[in-house]
């Protein structure tokens, strides 16, 4: 089937930067749409920051400046350049992609396993 593996958490001082990679793999068609999720302890996951394959990107509006959402078609590989961190980006950050597999014939949401960002000095 398809399958998302994240890379690139850690524990980062305030004010530094942490780039986030998600690699799909498998049967894919193409990749409709992503995303990255985070979760911190006690709270709501929320959506950080989408991208569209038209190109259309958002933000919440805590990380809008500071982070950015890329991807390399080539690669099936999206990215989250995290900038400017401070403690209240620590949290869970899963990244999620709407795919087209198995030829096209199906289509849904896919989830990496998930990677934690430690924002403190």
């Known amino acids: 089937q398809v399958q998302l593996v994240e890379s690139g958490g850690g524990l980062v001082q305030p004010g530094g930067s942490l780039r986030l990679s998600c690699a799909a793999s498998?049967?894919?068609?193409?990749?409709?749409?992503m995303g990255w999720y985070r979760q911190a302890p006690g709270k709501q996951r929320e959506l950080v920051a989408s991208?569209?394959?038209?190109?259309?990107?958002d933000y919440v509006a805590s990380v809008r400046g500071r982070f950015t959402i890329s991807r390399d078609n080539a690669k099936n590989t999206w990215y989250l350049q995290m900038n400017s961190l401070k403690p209240e980006d620590t949290a869970v950050y899963s990244c999620?992609?709407?795919?087209?597999?198995?030829?096209?014939?199906?289509?849904?949401?896919?989830w990496g396993q998930g990677t934690q960002v430690i924002v403190s000095s």
């Open positions: 999620n992609a709407h795919i087209s597999y198995d030829s096209g014939n199906y289509r849904r949401d896919f």
């Open positions: 991208l569209t394959d038209g190109g259309i990107i």
């Open positions: 498998g049967r894919i068609f193409s990749i409709n749409a």
